[in-house]
């Protein structure tokens, strides 16, 4: 089992330099990843920061510890720019990004979708995210490509530099259980970063299901990873027995008693990285 932060990149936590500085905290309390939701707005209007702008300040202020958004929501970003970022965190961490995607929370859609009028059918976002991801792959192998989608498409390209990690940097699918697209999305992939709905009771059962559904949609043998986020200081044990491989502490204000309308308990927040991960 590894172990993980998962922290928002809006409200105190908006600042790339302080989630650097709390990334470098994370490593050396002993944690495996650093990882930040994707976000460009929030409701009640909050600091928000780029998250690809704050994992560049991480990687150059971390040197083991793997990090990542999780999760990208691709339909709104340009898959081709995609693949020049990822590919330059990549190298510029020697190889310690994973990528994460999905569609998007449907929590603040009016000041993050429509807003800025971004696709709202869930199913044709669902289209655009698995053309973005075939494109964001075919990019990353460095040889000549083309594509031709009924959402997007690429009349021919050759990106280089490669990334460092082979076969490809890691991609996370997230997938609400129990929703089958995204399940046969994350087998196709090397990581399922599980979720369930609020007030899921036994959510260690249902992540034992999400889990053998997936396996038994896999094609490959490959090394794959099961996230789950503990929104709770849950036992990791029965989550490790339902299939686990990595466990991340959610550091948002309801795992400390507190609300997203309150100051954050932001020194205990600290003090939690600083404890370091559970192993237990």
């Known amino acids: 089992m590894k172990y993980g932060l998962y922290l928002p990149n809006f409200g105190p936590f908006g600042d790339a330099r302080l989630l650097a500085e709390l990334a470098r905290e994370a490593e050396r309390a002993g944690w495996d990843g650093f990882f930040l939701w994707d976000h460009v707005a929030r409701p009640g209007a909050p600091p928000v920061v780029d ?6 300040a991480i990687a150059v202020a971390t040197e083991r ?17 995609v693949a020049r970022e990822t590919v330059s965190l990549d190298r510029l961490s020697n ?26 059918d869930l199913v044709r976002r669902a289209r655009i995210l698995d053309e973005g991801l075939e494109i964001l792959t075919g990019l990353w192998r460095g040889e000549p490509f083309r594509f031709d989608g009924r959402e997007l498409r690429v009349r021919g390209a050759q990106f280089l530099p490669t990334p460092l990690q082979s076969p490809r940097i890691p991609v996370w699918i997230a997938a609400y259980w129990p929703h089958q697209a995204p399940l046969r999305r994350a087998a196709r992939f090397d990581g399922l970063f599980a979720l369930f709905r609020d007030g899921s009771p036994r ?44 466990w991340l502490a959610h550091l948002k204000p309801e795992a400390f008693g507190a609300t997203w309308t309150e100051p954050w ?12 991960p559970p192993r237990s």
């Open 51 to 56: 998250p690809w702008i704050a994992l560049a």
């Open 65 to 81: 510890i793997r990090f990542g958004a999780l999760v990208t929501p691709l339909a709104r970003r340009r898959p081709w720019k």
């Open 95 to 120: 190889g310690r990004l994973i990528f994460g995607a999905g569609l998007g929370s449907s929590g603040g859609a009016e000041v993050e979708w429509s807003a800025f009028e971004e696709e709202s």
């Open 203 to 246: 959510d260690e059962e249902q992540l034992a299901q999400a889990v053998a559904r997936v396996r038994a949609l896999r094609t490959s043998d490959a090394e794959f990873d099961v996230v789950y986020c503990a929104d709770r200081e849950n036992a990791v044990e029965p989550y490790a027995r339902a299939g686990a491989t990595w």
């Open 265 to 276: 308990p932001l020194e205990r927040m600290r003090e939690r990285i600083a404890n370091g």
